[in-house]
């Protein structure tokens, strides 16, 4: 979805940062909080001195944590992977939050299998755990789910 129609769907607050940065910061309210209206997730930025950086770095954000928190359920007999869908894509990619939303939507339509999402998304055992691995708020979720399903922790070596 493009930006502008999401953030249609979500409350955007400014407001004055915390931290260093003199005159500057107490001045100006440049820190941004963006509240998807639905779900009430949200995600905060006030690390740059620009508002317009902060709310493209907090909708990044929010955009992450939905794709690692909202789980949309799949038909593993039907499904088939976007075309864009590729697990080497940067964090940085506007796309990476879809990807890990794709991967963990998977997992979880194979009741947190690797094996069985490996197989259904195409990847080694290796490029997957390192996706995975990449951001310790997926990895967290992964490692979570499999405990609360009996299964072993997965390593990262």
């Known amino acids: 979805m493009p930006d502008d129609a999401f953030l ?3 409350r955007v607050e400014t407001f004055r940062g915390p931290g260093p940065g003199g005159q500057k910061r107490n001045k100006t309210s440049s820190a941004v909080r963006i509240t998807h209206l639905r ?3 949200h995600a905060i930025a006030g690390e740059s001195r620009s ?3 902060n709310r493209a770095v907090a909708l990044g954000r929010l955009r992450l944590r939905m794709a690692i928190e909202l789980r949309q359920p799949i038909d593993i007999a039907v ?3 976007p075309e864009w869908f590729t697990t080497g894509v940067a964090v940085s990619n506007p796309v990476y939050p879809q990807v890990v939303a794709v991967v963990l939507d998977v997992l ?3 009741d947190w299998s690797t094996a069985g999402a ?7 055992s290796r490029e997957f755990t390192s ?3 990449r951001d310790p708020a997926i990895w967290a979720v992964v490692q979570r789910e499999r405990a609360s399903r009996g ?7």
Not at 118 to 124: D, E
Not at 151 to 157: A, G, Q, V
Request: glycine share 6%; charged share 20%.
């Open 8 to 10: 249609r769907q979500c």
């Open 39 to 41: 779900t009430d997730l």
């Open 51 to 53: 508002q317009a950086t």
């Open 79 to 81: 499904y088939e992977l």
């Open 108 to 110: 979880a339509a194979t």
């Open 118 to 124: 490996r197989k259904l998304i195409g990847v080694g």
């Open 131 to 133: 996706f995975l691995h």
């Open 151 to 157: 299964l072993r922790p997965l390593s990262n070596t």
